[in-house]
């Protein structure tokens, strides 16, 4: 069982913007940073999104992180069809004293 | 360019051991935390554990406390994972990524190609 929840799935059309949300408590987004990543299809997780909201050199601008108390988003502007994949927050949990990781969305770019 | 290279991954008997390693090249290993995050088939993403850029911290996940041990050999640049007493839940492939100089983050910057590990009689 994921500490950071997110949604199953999200889907939209080529060109258009998605939110994936990600909720978790004062132990870990409340108090920490979150990450965002991106897993492409039978490969492994890329970094996207680090400190909340800074890009790694290399990831476009289409992709933005934001937070707020015990929730971080991740959008998607302009979509394209090699944006789809899984999608996971994550996050150092000082409860735990580990690192947390949301059950992932799965992308559909319709 | 950063290279995190895994190896050891087998079909293992239930109670049986493994060691994973992970090769490290590109960068200053000894400058930075070590995960372990691993990935069951058809599954989501679970850290498994961290060392810190010395060796002198280490934090695991519940469900390998007790089990797992990771260390690292920085004359090597070399990451271990330590596995005994393997379940049939520890099937995964098994990630080794680059974290911060403590480890105590969500950032991996940095990931391996993986190593699968399967558990089976």
């Known amino acids: 069982q994921s500490v950071l929840t997110q949604p199953p799935s999200a889907s939209e059309t080529p060109g258009q913007r998605v939110t994936i949300s990600c909720s978790g408590s004062?132990?870990?987004?409340?108090?920490?940073?979150v990450y965002w990543y991106q897993q492409l299809s039978g490969t492994a997780p890329k970094l996207l999104i680090y400190?909340?909201?800074q890009r790694p050199s290399g990831v476009p601008d289409r992709f933005s992180g934001s937070n707020s108390g015990t929730s971080a988003s991740l959008a998607i502007s302009g979509l394209r069809s090699e944006d789809e994949g899984d999608y996971y927050c994550?996050?150092?949990?000082?409860?735990?004293?580990?690192?947390?990781f949301g059950g992932g969305t799965k992308l559909t770019v319709l | 360019q950063v290279q995190l290279v895994e190896s050891g991954g087998a079909v293992v008997q239930p109670g049986r051991s493994l060691r994973l390693s992970c090769a490290a090249s590109?960068?200053?290993?000894?400058?930075?935390?070590m995960h372990w995050v691993r990935q069951a088939p058809g599954k989501g993403l679970e850290w498994v554990a961290v060392?810190?850029?010395?060796?002198?911290?280490?934090y695991y996940a519940d469900s390998v406390k007790g089990r797992f041990s990771v260390s690292r050999d920085n004359a090597k640049d070399t990451l271990y994972l330590q596995m005994n007493s393997l379940r049939a839940e520890d099937t995964a492939v098994y990630y080794c990524?680059?974290?911060?100089?403590?480890?105590?983050?969500?950032?991996?910057?940095?990931w391996g190609q993986g190593s699968l590990v399967t558990v089976s009689s």
């Open positions: 990524a680059r974290g911060t100089h403590y480890g105590q983050a969500g950032l991996f910057d940095s």
């Open positions: 590109g960068f200053t290993f000894s400058s930075h935390g």
């Open positions: 060392i810190s850029h010395d060796g002198s911290n280490e």
């Open positions: 004062t132990s870990n987004i409340g108090s920490n940073y």
């Open positions: 400190r909340n909201n």
């Open positions: 994550a996050a150092w949990d000082g409860s735990l004293s580990g690192v947390i």
